[in-house]
């Protein structure tokens, strides 16, 4: 039984190089949101299967760090030269908030409660060997750099990795670069 209301795994018969993709009806969000998944081969015969989310910058979403940055190839080289455990790669959409959700709470839509809970949960429900014991590593780009630390620093217990670019903490550059998210922001400092 899920813990969603509605939950679709891509079918496996169907995907390529261990990409999966997801689409659930989030409780944090109050819509349906995307997760796309990179589960190695050599997952599929752990327990406790670690997990690395992975957090996209503005303007982008759940696909870009396999079909921008080929993370999934990287990270298969990795594995089979045993430079890295096998570990799956959890890359959820912010949420699809205007121009970017920065992963943090709006009013109507908890974008951070959406990262490391309902992300969390329907990846345990669709991977076989990913439980609540699973070790979890975030980390992000840009936006999801920002989004990485935040969720860091509410969850010590997370070991993260920050990057920043481009612009970071820079509000010229987002007053520039976006059209109503830094509003939102505008509010929040």
Same mark, same amino acid.
């Not at 982008?60 to 999934?72: E, I, L």
């Not at 908030?97 to 329907?122: R, T």
């Not at 975030?138 to 920050?162: D, N, T, W």
């Given at each position: @039984?899920?813990?969603?209301?509605?939950?679709?795994?891509?079918?496996?018969?169907?995907?390529?190089?261990?990409?999966? /993709?997801?689409?659930?009806?989030?409780?944090?969000?109050?819509?349906?949101?995307?997760?796309?998944? /990179?589960?190695?081969?050599? #997952?599929?015969? +752990?327990?406790?299967?670690?997990?690395?989310?992975?957090?996209?910058?503005? $303007? !982008?979403? *759940?696909? !870009? %760090?396999? $079909?921008?940055?080929?993370?999934?190839?990287?990270?298969?080289?990795?594995?089979?030269?045993?430079?890295?455990?096998?570990?799956?790669?959890? @890359?959820?959409?912010?949420?699809? %908030?205007?121009?970017?959700?920065? $992963?943090?709470?709006?009013?109507?839509?908890?974008?951070?409660?959406?990262?490391?809970?309902?992300?969390?949960? #329907?990846?345990?429900?669709?991977?076989?060997?990913?439980?609540?014991?699973?070790?979890?590593?975030?980390?992000?780009?840009? @936006?999801?750099?920002?989004? #990485?630390? *935040?969720? #860091?620093?509410?969850?010590? +217990?997370?070991?993260?990795?920050?990057?920043?670019?481009?612009?970071?903490?820079?509000?010229? $550059?987002?007053?520039?670069?976006?059209?109503?998210?830094?509003?939102?922001?505008?509010?929040?400092?």
């Amino acid at each position: @039984m899920s813990d969603f209301f509605t939950l679709m795994a891509s079918d496996p018969e169907f995907e390529r190089g261990g990409i999966r /993709h997801v689409t659930v009806k989030s409780k944090m969000l109050g819509h349906r949101a995307d997760i796309t998944l /990179h589960v190695p081969p050599e #997952a599929k015969q +752990e327990q406790n299967i670690p997990l690395v989310l992975l957090l996209h910058g503005i $303007y !982008s979403s *759940h696909w !870009s %760090w396999v $079909y921008h940055g080929g993370v999934d190839k990287i990270f298969t080289r990795l594995i089979s030269l045993n430079e890295v455990p096998p570990m799956v790669l959890v @890359m959820p959409s912010d949420g699809l %908030w205007g121009d970017g959700s920065g $992963y943090l709470p709006h009013p109507k839509h908890n974008f951070e409660g959406w990262i490391c809970e309902d992300v969390v949960q #329907a990846t345990i429900e669709v991977v076989d060997g990913v439980t609540e014991a699973s070790p979890l590593f975030i980390s992000g780009l840009s @936006m999801g750099g920002y989004g #990485a630390l *935040h969720q #860091a620093m509410l969850r010590a +217990e997370i070991p993260h990795s920050y990057e920043e670019f481009p612009g970071g903490h820079d509000w010229k $550059y987002w007053g520039e670069h976006v059209e109503k998210t830094l509003k939102f922001f505008g509010g929040l400092l």
